[in-house]
């Protein structure tokens, strides 16, 4: 089954227990593009849904105190990472537009379609 989708959204792979698209933001940033990644597990017969997103710092800071406060709050959250393990960051993907979003919700159902065939 091939994606039915134009633009903004595109099937990138179909493999044996699942399949990944990707959604282009709006902005038409490509750091700001999600990849959406369907995989069913076979052993618990769970369909796991992963977003891959790119995450960047703020890099546009001005003055000699915000640009040290920036590399302060980077080297602490490096810290985090090396000693937790972990980071809570966000970023944002642009929808616009009554058809994107449409277009949003049929990708997920296309998805659930296509793994139930993978699952019979």
Do not use: P, Q
Not at 28 to 50: G, N
Not at 103 to 109: G, Q
């Amino acid at each position: 089954m091939n994606s039915k989708f134009k633009s903004k959204i595109c099937l990138l792979t179909k493999h044996n227990t699942g399949l990944m698209y990707r959604v282009t933001c709006a902005c038409l940033d490509e750091s700001d593009d999600i990849w959406i990644d369907y995989e069913l597990d076979s052993d618990s017969k769970m369909v796991i849904l992963t977003f891959y997103r790119k995450l960047n710092y703020v890099n546009h800071i001005s003055g000699f105190k915000g640009k040290l406060t920036y590399l302060f709050n980077r080297f602490k959250d490096a810290l985090k990472i090396l000693f937790k393990g972990e980071l809570e960051i966000t970023g944002e993907t642009i929808i616009s537009g009554e058809e994107d979003i449409d277009n949003f919700i049929e990708v997920l159902k296309e998805g659930k379609e296509l793994l139930n065939g993978i699952k019979s």
